[in-house]
């Protein structure tokens, strides 16, 4: 079945004109709003192309980092969970999202108070579900996730982001039902021994969030020896222009919710 690639739908959310004033853990300048629009479109377009049914959300303008809509919920195939943000000024997120999953979803559950956790954190494969400890999920959003997911043939692993990295997806994602690809930095905690991995090449760390959306690897442009290495691998690679998001942290993984 290949549950944690095998899609028919997505749900984004258009950026608002506040996005300029999203978090960034590295401030390396503002985004082009104009251009991060262009971007999503086509990002909405490769997701199609995959073969995604997409529920676009109106832009937030009171949410400037809103449109990477996967930090609020984690979406299976049978149940999704509304998250608790580590970030406090993206929790008002979560309320605005919860009626459309109501809508989308018969199981929903959430994380509540101490919790913390992002999506953006967490890594479905076909055999468990990896949550990362990072500045933005703690050890109760771990603990609330597992007991939560206990009673649905869901086996949740505690790993640890390293402290240079936001969260835990930064750095890696999803090929196939045994494979992942990620930076050196985050092989070498030892959390992927279980997989094969595939490393970005050096210099080209941001090419690890991606995404695998059916047949499809959903790839940020610019990487061009880490592309050609994942292509030699096999792989059916759509790639999208992740130029303005990534100043604010963004990758392919964020601006979605998949099931």
């Known amino acids: 079945m290949h549950r944690s690639y095998r899609f028919s739908h997505a749900i984004t959310r258009l950026p608002s004109e506040s996005v300029v004033n999203g978090l960034r853990f590295d401030d390396i300048g503002n985004p082009n709003f104009e251009q991060m629009l262009l971007d999503h479109e086509d990002y909405s377009l490769a997701l199609r192309e995959a073969g995604a049914e997409i529920i676009q959300l109106p832009p937030l303008q009171?949410?400037?980092?809103s449109t990477f809509v996967e930090d609020t919920v984690l979406c299976l195939s049978n149940l999704a969970i509304l998250m608790?943000?580590?970030a406090p000024s993206r929790t008002g997120e979560v309320t605005e999202i919860e009626s459309t999953i109501k809508e989308l979803?018969?199981?929903v559950?959430?994380?509540?108070?101490?919790g913390l956790i992002e999506a953006g954190d967490i890594l479905t494969t076909e055999t468990e579900v990896l949550v990362g400890r990072s500045s933005r999920t703690n050890g109760e959003g771990v603990k609330q996730l597992a007991q939560l997911l206990s009673d649905w043939d869901y086996s949740v692993r505690e790993v640890f982001t390293p402290e240079d990295i936001l969260h835990?997806?930064?750095?890696?994602?999803?090929?196939?039902a045994e494979t992942i690809l990620c930076t050196k930095r985050l092989e070498a905690t030892g959390c992927f021994s279980k997989y094969n991995v595939i490393n970005t090449c050096d210099g080209e760390e941001a090419a690890a969030n991606a995404i695998r959306y059916n047949d499809f690897v959903i790839?940020?442009?610019?990487?061009?020896r880490t592309?050609?290495?994942?292509?030699?691998?096999?792989?059916?690679l759509r790639e999208v222009n992740n130029s303005e998001c990534a100043k604010l942290d963004g990758g392919?993984?964020?601006?979605?919710l998949r099931f």
Not at 109 to 114: D, G, S, W, Y
């Open 62 to 65: 009171s949410f400037p980092d």
């Open 84 to 86: 608790r943000p580590g």
């Open 105 to 107: 979803f018969d199981n």
């Open 109 to 114: 559950l959430r994380i509540e108070k101490p």
């Open 168 to 176: 835990f997806k930064t750095d890696c994602s999803l090929l196939d």
């Open 219 to 224: 790839f940020p442009t610019g990487f061009p």
């Open 227 to 236: 592309l050609e290495k994942l292509q030699k691998a096999g792989y059916l």
């Open 252 to 256: 392919m993984s964020c601006l979605s």
